[in-house]
């Protein structure tokens, strides 16, 4: 296990970082996206070696690895691509107009880059969500420096994918210092960098606790900063009547499906099943239990999660009226193995028991049985801010549903119809963040190009010379970006 960073090591590592953000942040919107395709590069050169160290480290499979590495590759590429084609700037040119009273002046804006980014890896995307993940790709996308905080159930795979972020800021000709690697247990080394000076923004990917540590100490600083953190949710899915009368095996299946998809241990995992109680109902949760009870369990990430899965698990089945589904039919013979468990309660003791409304990270899930429309409303208006949020539900079943529907829309960053929640596309459109506690700050997610505005704040120009103006805001527009114009 590799030692913790001193805190001398951090207060240089800053320092460097800080020099390197006033080199970097003039480089030209090319030249940050060669340095990241440089990286998807190194991140494929990293052959086996990395795949391997990443399955002794974490559990998972191959197959599911590769797919991993695959993704971080193509956000790379693809948010290389969106800085290239500074969109994201949000460039805006309002020309003078000197016969106004008073007169107008010219006023140009655009998104500058705020400086160095502290990055805290996640436990359940070593790759993805972690050392030359999402948060770091983006971060570079604005302009950025990048300190990673190296995640301790994975260290040597980040040390792996740190190396290649090295290698390609030497061949792209990066200043020293555009990024760092820093690894530790102690909570001594996060909160370090966080308080730092010269950090000036924060991305995360992992639990509520570990977010909202970092978000007070962020803003206990003389000089608050932002921190994006994404901190999980337990993604309700609502059933609406029509749908379940007419579908309650298919989206039996399908809920299955998604609570055990990778273990259970996806940000996005539907934690909670929300419906009117009755036949329909009752007979959804004779298959979906049926379908656990069919799933091997599979190991987790780590024994820390494990126990604490397990841990919740219990304490949620020990809630009173609350009665178990069914759990897979095989046990595992690893303390590590995560065991696939559905259970359920009525709406009454759901809402007034906060305990229930509370995320079990991994394979399970809770089914509310609300007594009516009305109790349905009310249990939806008890919950926290999701990631996600689905209706399983008809054209009919919305239209006469408005006030569920409106409900629901204000609890949630991504709102699903007829689908599971798992599976987060990286695409423009894609939200990525809710509500808190799902995050820190609901306007932005973690995925998809516009997460680079996270790491950069807007800046006006007035009355500059077209000479002196950033390449982006010049009045022949040379970089060909899209910009707001008006006369």
């Known amino acids: 296990m590799p030692t913790d960073t001193s805190i001398q090591e951090i207060n240089e590592i800053m320092s460097a970082s800080w020099k390197a953000f006033h080199v970097y942040r003039k480089l030209s919107l090319k030249q940050r996206a060669g340095f990241m395709r440089a990286i998807a590069k190194e991140l494929e050169s ?16 191959e197959a599911r690895l590769r797919g991993e590495r695959g993704r971080t590759i193509y956000q790379l590429e693809s948010y290389a691509d969106a800085c290239e084609r500074g969109d994201w700037l949000e460039a805006r040119i309002d020309h003078a107009n000197p016969g106004k009273t008073p007169p107008k002046p010219d006023i140009r804006k655009m998104l500058v880059p705020i400086g160095p980014v502290v990055v805290f890896g996640a436990s359940n995307f070593p790759f993805a969500y972690s050392t030359a993940g999402g948060d770091t790709a983006t971060a570079f996308a604005a302009g950025c420096p990048v300190i990673v905080k190296a995640h ?7 040390h792996l994918a740190a190396q290649a972020i090295f290698r390609a800021a030497e061949k792209t000709g990066m200043p020293a210092g555009i990024f760092a690697h820093v690894t530790g247990m102690s909570f001594e ?6 308080t730092h000076t010269n950090c000036k923004a924060v991305g995360f990917t992992g639990s509520y606790a570990g977010g909202k540590q970092l978000f007070d100490w962020a803003n206990q600083r003389p000089e608050p900063i932002p921190v994006f953190a994404e901190m999980g949710s ?10 379940l009368a007419a579908a309650a095996g298919e989206v039996a299946t399908q809920c299955a499906g998604s609570i055990t998809l990778g273990v259970g241990q996806f940000c996005t995992n539907p934690g909670l099943i929300i419906g009117i109680d009755g036949t329909d109902l009752q007979q959804f949760i004779h298959d979906l239990g049926k379908a656990i009870q069919q799933t091997m369990p599979g190991m987790m990430l780590h024994q820390g999660i494990a126990d604490n899965f397990a841990n919740k698990r219990e304490e949620a089945l020990m809630q009173e009226n609350v009665h178990l589904v069914a759990e897979s039919a095989q046990s595992g013979e690893d303390r590590c193995t995560g065991l696939p468990t559905v259970a359920t309660v009525d709406g009454k003791t759901f809402l007034a028991n906060p305990l229930l409304h509370k995320e079990v990270f991994g394979p399970y899930s809770l089914v509310v049985r609300c007594a009516d429309a009305a109790e349905m409303r009310e249990v939806t208006l008890h919950l926290e801010g999701q990631l996600t949020a689905t209706l399983m539900a008809t054209t009919t079943d919305m239209l006469s549903n408005e006030e569920l529907v409106e409900a629901v829309k204000n609890i949630c960053g991504r709102f ?27 306007r932005f997610g973690s995925v998809g190009a516009d997460a680079i505005k996270r790491f950069a704040r807007p800046l006006s120009f007035q009355n500059w010379p077209d000479e002196l103006l950033p390449e982006e805001l010049k009045e022949a527009n040379p970089l ?5 114009v008006s006369s």
């Not at 337990?234 to 749908?243: A, S």
């Not at 119809?417 to 995050?439: I, R």
């Not at 060909?480 to 707001?484: A, H, L, N």
């Open 416 to 442: 699903v119809m007829n689908g599971v929640p798992t599976g987060v596309e990286v695409c423009l459109s894609m939200q990525h963040g809710g509500p808190f506690p799902a995050s820190t700050d609901s």
């Open 480 to 484: 060909g970006i899209g910009r707001s």
């Open 152 to 158: 301790p159930a994975h260290p040597q795979t980040s």
């Open 46 to 61: 990293a052959g086996d070696e990395l795949i391997q160290t990443a399955m002794q480290e974490t559990n998972l499979p």
């Open 189 to 194: 080394v996060g909160k370090a960098l966080v």
């Open 234 to 243: 337990v993604n309700p899915v609502f059933l609406l009547p029509e749908k």
